[in-house]
Each structure stands twice: as C-alpha cells, then as structure tokens.
C-alpha cells in the first residue's frame, strides 16, 4: 500500500480508491485458504503476529498490480487464489523481519524526515503541492489514519535504511573498477557491410525428395491437434431480467431508509506533541503544559498547530484532520471529539502516538435520499438480484438433470433452454465461455471425452454457468504429407538460404582476409559497407546482435574478418582494423558510473538475499494450518 501510494501514477486518489475495490472481491474466499489461530492471526514472527486482513490486503495489492499490468486481459479466475495468498504471507514475513532486524539496530525516521516524505508523495499534491485535506481523505480510504500511516511509513523507511546500509557495505575494490574499466571502456573500430538473406535466395531450390525425406524423418512432429465437438446449455442472469413491481421498489426503500445508517460526522482539528528521543519526560510535560495554556489564553489554534505540532501533514492547514464518523480516530481522540461542543477545545488528550489536543471545527448528518433519488439503483439491484435468484434457481434444477440424462436435448426442454454448439474446438483456440481455463479442462476430461457424460454444471461467474457434453472426439493423427508439405517447403528453404549465406559470408570473409579492399568487395556483390570509429560497447553504433562477436573477436593480428549470422535471418560480415585498450578515462565519468551502478545493484541483490535467508533461518515463525 505504501508503495502504491507513494507512486500516484494515476492520479491523487484513484490508486488508493481502486485498492478498495481490488480488496472488496480479494476478500471473498481468502477466509477459507487461511484458517487463522485462535485470535483471527495466520502467523507469528518472532512473537509479532500476522493478522488475516493483514495478508487480505497483501492479496488485495497483488491483485491490483496484475489488474494494472494486464489491462483488458486480466482475468481472476485464472489465478490460484491460495497460491496468492501464500506469496502474500510469504512477502509479509520478509517485509516484517527486515523491519525487525532494523529495529535492533536502532534504526529510525525523524518526525522532520516523515513529514517531508509525506508532503513529497505525488498522491497527497494538487498540482504539485501538498494538500491536507486529500490527504486526510485518501488515506481514510485506504484504512489509515494519519497516525498509522506514519508509523508504516516509518518502518518503510527504516528498512530503506537497511537496504542502503547493505549497498555501502558490498561498494566495487579498486581491482573491479580497473577491471571494468579495462573491459566497458575498450574501444574497436570495424567496417562492416550488411548481407540480406535474399542475396541467396535465387541459389536455392528444394526438391520433392527434400520434402519427402523431410517428413519421413520427422513423421512423429506431423499430427492433427486434439479437437472435440460440443454441445452446451449456456445460462446467464442477463437472460433472466424481469419488470421490477412498483410495490417491490417502495418497500426496498422502506428497507434501505430504516436499515441503512446515515451517520452524523464531525470535522476535527489537533495539534500533536510527540516525544523526541531525546527529550526528558519532563521537557516533554513542560511543552505539553506551555501547548494548554496557550490554547487556554485564547491563542488560534491555527497558529499553535502551525507553530507546535508534530504532525507535519495536518500542521500547514491548521491542525486539520477532516471528517470522522466516530470510528476512524484511536478510541480516546474519539471519546474525546463526542464530548466536546462545535468550536470547543479539548485537554490534553493521550494516545500512542503521542499527545493531543482538540478542535472541534464542523458537525454534519446526511439527509437519506428520496424514493424518485433511490429508484434508479434500487430498479437495478432489485433486477439483478431477482434474476440472480430465478438464475440460481434454474441451475440447481439443471444440476439434478443433467447428472442423470443421457444427452443435453432432455434437460434444456425441460428447462425452456437452447442447446448451443461447437465444432472441433482445441485447447488452443478458445473463445467466448471455451475461454474459461475449467470449461477447457472439462471438455477435454476423461468423463466427457471417454465415458460420454454430461459434464457438471460449471460456474464462470455468478452470473454465467455452463454445461457441456461432448458429441464426437477428434484425437491426434498422423497428417498426410499434402497437409504440411508447404510448411515444410518453407522450413527447408529458410535452412538451405542461412546454409548458403553462411558460404558467401565465409568466402567474402576469407578476400578480406587476403588483403582484399571491402570497399571493392561490397561494389563488386552490390552491397552497401560503413565504418564505425573506436565504439564501445555502450555506444550503440553496432546493433547488438552483432556487438558481442566484434567485442568477442581476438585483437591480435589485425586486419581480422569475421561474419555473424543475425536473428532477423540476415548477415554482418566485417573487419576489425583497430581496438583500443579500456581505461577509466577513455570509458568515460557517465558510463564509468552507469556500469558502477549495474555492478552495485547486483551486488545489492545478493546481499539482500543473504540476509533475507539468515533472518527466516534464525526466526521463530508459526503459520497456522
């Protein structure tokens, strides 16, 4: 959560929004992967405990990102939903254990360093400021308060401390950066000339034996795919939308009016005083006494949130904490806030994160709507979920049907349903319901293929089942040799052309190698030669599938020829005449330090490694089952 905050990419508050929604549907199910002990915790690390929401929304953020990264195709069901939830759990027990092991070496954050890593987050700004009304509101829709959102922000940055701490200690000897200054920083020079494919083209002819042996020798690679037929019953609550009665919505709004509790909220200002490390306890209860009587002789209390609190976020705006409904502050800021009157100021008030002081600044209730408001979305959900109910309804009896009968024909009579079809499906080409990862897997089952039964009645969604009965089975089967013989044409036509390329690269590289000119070379075989002067490996003057063999090619005995054969099916051939020994100032400061940094991440990587094994392996950690 921290890290998807931090970012804001898109926009202030819509990652934060999206995190839960991602959480609403990552909750169902979880319950019942993660048993818990006795107290709603999954796990025990070393005497702190892993609560089940705690791993919920680890879910939850592996959910969002995949749903960011795949767009349009992220698709839920494909994904494990226990195998999420261990990597959760797994990624909290590491995460907690660096924040322990940071703690016992007394790691910390200043107030001065959260506050300002807080202004410079990129989702509590408006237009590149920060703004402490969205960022009371953003964090309350994430689950945080102010205060709790510092402390993980704190233990975030303590573990960056960590890793910062294990960088410096794994930085390169004077030996590795005179060795990669030796091999970054060496420069060659070359003329090359590009060969396309299609200069050989004309030379190559394949034959009907070609063919022929080609497939005789490789028969086994040459069968049909897998396909089966289907028949299928397709249910979906779209289908079961019915006119919503007029008396049915009134009474809906009766319901929601009286069930539904509109809340009264109230808008509430502090200034926070928290203990410095190392501040007395009596300096501590002298600021907190000059803090009252400040308050107490009539001073704004703008001003003394400006000039005394802690609480770099709410500071700038006065104190200013926005709107609680009673649940979002610890319990005695809550007790307190009921108390006081509108303008009042409250004592000192003591909490874990410190002490505070109170301003109550706005009280508001909400009006429930009124029916005409109200109707739209109640005609929808009353709509949705009656025709869930008659969909959910028709399901269970098909369930029953289908188990027993013969064929799907008797079962969708019996139903008033559509016996749908489709033909010679294999697993690769998938669409509408076959696009379903448990669809497929049932058509293809031994019940259905074999034993010729109805499959079970499957759910894609809550809104879509399906069954499914498979009329005839296609299995693999050796293909004729006029199937496949242009697929084989052409493979032994591409292979013949690299193998003649191949030829003409090598014979054109050995006249270079003769002290032929390839300037005369390239006129004389219609091609088109370049130079390239002193390039590194960096440089990008060479493509780099070819970079590595000018690299590679010894830099002795010069003039060298050489040719690489290229992905795209075309060759380089090219003459190395000059290399230049590496050395830091012929590397350069920009990609001296750019290959210093790749070399320091790596070595990051492996440090962070190894201390990630040496924690689990020395913890006490208890994952209830």
């Not at 509590?124 to 920060?130: K, M, R, S």
């Not at 009304?133 to 964090?139: G, K, M, P, V």
């Amino acid at each position: 959560m921290l890290q998807n905050i931090r970012s804001g990419a898109k926009g202030p508050v819509f990652k934060v929004i999206i995190g839960l929604i991602v959480l609403s549907f990552a909750l169902f199910g979880v319950e019942s992967i993660l048993l818990g002990g006795s107290d709603d915790s999954v796990a025990e690390i070393n005497g702190e405990k892993v609560s089940v929401f705690e791993v919920q929304q680890a879910v939850a953020r592996q959910k969002q990102s995949l749903a960011e990264l795949l767009g349009d195709n992220f698709r839920p069901e494909l994904f494990d939903e226990q195998q999420l939830t261990q990597q959760a759990l797994q990624g909290i027990i590491a995460t907690r254990l660096q924040q322990q092991w940071a703690a016992s070496w007394s790691l910390t954050a200043s107030d001065k360093l959260l506050g300002e890593l807080v202004a410079s987050i990129p989702s509590f700004q408006i237009d590149g400021v920060f703004s402490p009304e969205l960022y009371t509101q953003s964090l309350a829709m994430a689950g945080f308060t102010p205060l709790s959102f510092k402390e993980a922000l704190k233990s975030d940055e303590m573990v960056r401390q960590l890793t910062v701490g294990l960088l410096d200690s794994e930085l390169t000897t004077p030996l590795e950066r005179d060795v990669l200054a030796l091999v970054n920083g060496e420069q060659r020079s070359v003329r090359y000339a590009m060969i396309p494919r299609g200069k050989v083209t004309d030379q190559v002819v394949v034959s009907e034996s070609d063919i022929v042996q080609y497939f005789e020798a490789n028969a086994d690679a040459f069968t049909s795919k897998e396909r089966v037929s289907v028949n299928y019953l397709h249910l979906k609550s779209d289908d079961y939308f019915e006119p919503v009665d007029e008396g049915d919505l009134r009474a809906a709004y009766e319901l929601e009016i009286n069930d539904y509790a509109y809340e009264s909220e109230t808008r509430v200002s502090h200034v926070l005083l928290i203990q410095a490390d190392d501040e007395s306890s009596e300096e501590y209860a002298s600021r907190v006494e000059r803090v009252a009587s400040s308050l107490n002789s009539g001073e704004s209390f703008a001003d003394v949130a400006l000039a005394q609190s802690d609480d770099i976020g709410s500071s700038s705006d006065g104190g200013d904490l926005g709107y609680t409904n009673g649940e979002l502050f610890p319990q005695p800021m809550e007790d307190a806030i009921a108390s006081l009157e509108l303008n009042e100021i409250s004592g000192p008030v003591v909490t874990d994160a410190g002490t505070h002081f109170l301003l109550v600044t706005d009280r508001r209730s909400e009006e429930p709507p009124s029916f005409e408001e109200m109707r739209g979305q109640l005609e929808v959900a009353l709509a949705e979920s009656d025709a869930r109910r008659r969909l959910v309804s028709q399901v269970e009896r098909l369930r029953d049907l289908a188990y027993t009968a013969p064929n799907l024909s008797d079962p969708a009579a019996e139903l008033g349903l559509t016996v749908l079809s489709a033909e010679k499906l294999s697993r690769t080409e998938q669409q509408g319901v076959f696009a379903n990862e448990a669809v497929m897997n049932a058509v293809f089952s031994e019940a259905l293929v074999v034993d010729g039964y109805n499959s079970d009645v499957l759910e894609i969604s809550e809104d879509e089942f399906v069954a499914l009965r498979v009329t005839e089975h296609f299995p693999p089967a050796a293909l004729e040799l006029d199937a496949v013989r242009e697929d084989i044409q052409a493979t032994l036509q591409y292979q013949a052309e690299l193998d003649a390329l191949a030829q003409l690269a090598d014979r054109l590289a050995a006249e270079l190698s003769q002290g032929v000119d390839l300037e005369s070379l390239a006129q004389r075989e219609g091609l088109e030669w370049q130079v390239v002067i002193d390039a590194n490996r960096q440089s990008g003057e060479m493509d780099r599938d070819w970079v590595g063999a000018v690299f590679s090619a010894p830099a002795n005995d010069l003039p060298l020829a050489r040719y690489e054969l290229l992905a795209n099916g075309d060759a380089v051939l090219f003459q190395l005449f000059r290399v230049k020994a590496g050395s830091e100032e012929r590397l350069g400061a920009t990609t001296l330090e750019r290959s210093q940094q790749a070399q320091r991440r790596l070595l990051q990587r492996i440090a962070q490694g190894a201390v990630a094994a040496t924690l689990e392996a020395e913890a006490e950690i208890q994952v209830y089952q």
